[in-house]
């Protein structure tokens, strides 16, 4: 039971560090034009629908569960491919890591 508690305690906190590093919205949909991608690809890859990653890129809402780590991953792939990455927040400096501190 312990060694469940742990995994589900991993993937919270997963989740959590890739919503701090996540860049806002019109950042998440210039990196996927940088890399020449459409929605519905980016979809594909992650396993979900196009009109999920256009609701993620129009912040009217966000990628829940582990569509955000998968998001989040693929974009950091995506802005390395396009040359890119300065448009990522480094972990280092990822909001509230100065609370967590």
Partial sequence: MATQGAVGLEAILARSMARLRLPPPAICQTIR????????????????????VSDWETGHCGPRGDAIVR???????????????????????????????
Avoid: F, M
């Fill in 33 to 52: 034009k940088r890399a020449i991608l459409s929605q519905q690809e980016v979809a594909d890859l992650l396993g979900v629908d196009q009109r999920s």
């Fill in 71 to 101: 998001y989040e991953a693929l974009l950091r792939r995506l802005a390395k491919l396009a040359n890119c990455t300065d448009l990522l927040v480094a972990e280092a400096e990822a909001p509230g890591d100065a609370a967590r501190v």
